[in-house]
Nanobody, 119 residues
Framework: QVRLVESGGGLVQAGGSLRLSCTAS????????MGWFRQAPGKEREFVAS????????PYAESVKGRFTISRDNAKNTVYLQMNNLKPEDTAVYYC????????????WGQGTQVTVSS
């Protein structure tokens, strides 16, 4: 029913940029807060960025602050993560997630998209 589909991952050299997209279906998109998370091999999943249904953002993870930007287009049911000045430490599977407004638990998750940053 509810599906979140990420795209835009790939292999990039350090210092390069990627733009991830996550398109949602099966839900009223504007009624959901959206988030990006990532998980590196052997590591736990970590928070990257989030954005409310209104378009307001929460504080970014310290590791990506100043380099990544989250945005959303409610008309397209899509949330984006613009990643600039990528570093090898950014290598991970990136996941899109959705939660109902004013709740703390993410209800739905995408399948993830691989981002690999070479030195």
């Amino acid at each position: 029913q509810v599906r979140l589909v990420e795209s835009g991952g790939g292999l990039v050299q350090a210092g390069g940029s990627l733009r991830l997209s996550c398109t949602a279906s099966g839900l009223t998109f504007s009624s959901y807060d959206m988030g990006w998370f990532r998980q590196a091999p052997g590591k736990e999943r970590e928070f990257v960025a989030s954005i409310f249904g209104s378009g307001r953002t929460t504080p970014y993870a310290e590791s990506v602050k100043g380099r990544f930007t989250i945005s959303r287009d409610n008309a397209k049911n899509t949330v984006y993560l613009q990643m600039n000045n990528l570093k090898p430490e950014d290598t991970a599977v990136y996941y899109c997630a959705a939660k109902v407004l004013f709740t703390s638990r993410y209800n739905y998750w995408g399948q993830g998209t691989q981002v690999t940053v070479s030195s």
